[in-house]
Nanobody
Framework: QVQLVESGGGLVQPGGSLRLSCAAS????????MGWYRQAPGKQRELVAT???????KSADSVKGRFTISRDNAKNTVYLQMNSLRPEDTAVYYC???????????????WGQGTQVTVSS
């Protein structure tokens, strides 16, 4: 079984910064794309950014120039550096990873439990 654990969320003022981390553990064979999604109250979950195993990145237009996704393959960890935060960035942020595990034997998506980010003065 594979688990994803997020950390780094919290309360920050507009214009501030936060760095989210997500570490994968378990019977992992390989990890392909990883990403961050977010869900605000009353809204559907939306893509924030993704990164391939080779380091290619994509991000939503709403966060381009402010958020940066990165990963450390040796640690099975993905990061999201968030700068110039705005109140509309307030949401629960979820980590996602596409993983091949020994238990299942084919690629499937796993999700973290979510971490709250609140941007408010």
């Amino acid at each position: 079984q594979v688990q994803l654990v997020e950390s780094g969320g919290g309360l920050v003022q507009p214009g501030g910064s936060l760095r989210l981390s997500c570490a994968a553990s378990g019977s992992i064979v390989s990890i392909f794309d990883m990403g961050w999604y977010r869900q605000a109250p009353g809204k559907q979950r939306e893509l924030v950014a993704t990164i391939s195993s080779g380091g290619s990145t994509k991000s939503a237009d709403s966060v381009k120039g402010r958020f940066t996704i990165s990963r450390d393959n040796a640690k099975n960890t993905v990061y999201l550096q968030m700068n110039s935060l705005r109140p509309e960035d307030t949401a629960v942020y979820y980590c996602n990873a596409n993983v091949v595990s020994h238990a299942i034997g084919y690629v499937r998506a796993y999700w973290g439990q979510g971490t709250q980010v609140t941007v408010s003065s």
